[in-house]
């Protein structure tokens, strides 16, 4: 849940910053899967914080034990449901080793409260913390990464992605529906912005 108020401020940082009219959409912040040499698969570089690993895998190991037989007991095979990849995450990052897209991604793993913000020629990620409180009590939001457009990467807003000159591809995931519902009063078919909102 994102709470009134959060978006309102976000929106007002940088649009002081750019001078510009903004987007803002809250990023759903867990559950990014990446294909990118040298990544795990939840983004975390291989190679690093092995024991770690070795206790979280046992228990995601459990979890996932627990979760199947439950699945069998609730009428597995019994017809609908989505298959998806193998940790049931949508890839969402794909790109070469070293991709140009890690900056943003880490910022976004490490963001409690992820948004992104458009306008005409850039882009940033700006953390608010935490949503569920009130906004007046939670902290000032944070830009922890900003690029320009054209120049750093390609946007398309209406296929919610992101593309790096070196092949990097982000598709963002929205929190929620309301945030897709949000991104739709300013874009429509074939990838028109409306940087005030859609005309009624």
Do not use: C
């Not at 867990?30 to 070795?54: A, C, N």
């Not at 228990?59 to 699945?71: K, T």
């Not at 946007?155 to 992605?161: A, E, M, S």
């Amino acid at each position: 849940m994102v709470r009134p108020g959060f978006r309102e401020r976000v929106e007002a940082l940088m649009r002081d910053q750019w001078r510009e009219p903004v987007i803002a959409v809250r990023l759903q912040e867990d559950g990014l899967s990446f294909e990118v040499p040298g990544r795990r698969q939840d983004g975390t570089v291989k190679g690093k914080r092995l024991v770690r690993r070795f206790f979280w895998n046992i228990l995601r190991g459990i979890g996932i034990g627990v979760a199947y037989v439950l699945y069998l007991a609730n009428g597995a095979g019994s017809g609908g449901g989505k298959s998806g990849s193998a940790s049931g995450r949508a890839v969402a990052v794909t790109g070469p080793a070293d991709a140009m897209a890690l900056g943003l991604l880490d910022g976004i793993r490490a963001a409690d409260g992820p948004w992104l913000v458009f306008s005409p020629s850039h882009v940033a990620l700006v953390d608010t913390g935490s949503t569920q409180r009130e906004p007046k009590d939670a902290p000032p939001p944070e830009i922890l990464w900003q690029a320009r457009i054209p120049q750093e990467l390609e946007v398309n807003l209406r296929r919610r992605k992101l593309a790096w000159p070196d092949g990097s591809v982000f598709a963002f995931p929205l929190h929620n529906r309301g945030e897709e519902q949000h991104l739709r009063g300013y874009v429509e078919a074939p990838d028109i912005v409306h940087w005030d909102g859609r005309p009624e």
